[in-house]
Nanobody, 120 residues
Framework: QVQLVESGGGLVQAGGSLRLSCAAS????????MGWYRQAPGKQRELVAS???????NYADSVKGRFTISRDNAKNTVYLQMNSLKPEDTAVYYC??????????????WGQGTQVTVSS
């Protein structure tokens, strides 16, 4: 089992910045992918960015050049630096981790979500 605790959401004006953090605990040795998803009202949850234990990174096209994902394996923490925020970035942001297949069936865990609101 992996437990996730998120922090860093809030209200910011358009053009501003926020940094999200997500700390994992429990069976952290099994973690492969760490990432962030978001869900806006009335929309499906979508991938924002992900990073593997080998630091392969993937971004949604809508955030490329504005958001940066990073992870500190020693602290079992993933970060999302969000710059040049736009009102359309407003959503609940969820941390996600998934385990490596060498540890058995891949398991996916989710954080509780943190609200990001960008005012125009």
């Amino acid at each position: 089992q992996v437990q996730l605790v998120e922090s860093g959401g809030g209200l910011v004006q358009a053009g501003g910045s926020l940094r999200l953090s997500c700390a994992a605990s429990g069976s952290t040795n099994s973690i492969n992918v760490m990432g962030w998803y978001r869900q806006a009202p009335g929309k499906q949850r979508e991938l924002v960015a992900s990073i593997t234990v080998g630091r392969n990174i993937n971004y949604a096209d809508s955030v490329k050049g504005r958001f940066t994902i990073s992870r500190d394996n020693a602290k079992n923490t993933v970060y999302l630096q969000m710059n040049s925020l736009k009102p359309e970035d407003t959503a609940v942001y969820y941390c996600m981790v998934s385990t490596h297949w060498t540890w058995g069936p891949v398991q996916t865990y989710w954080g509780q979500g943190t609200q990001v609101t960008v005012s125009s």
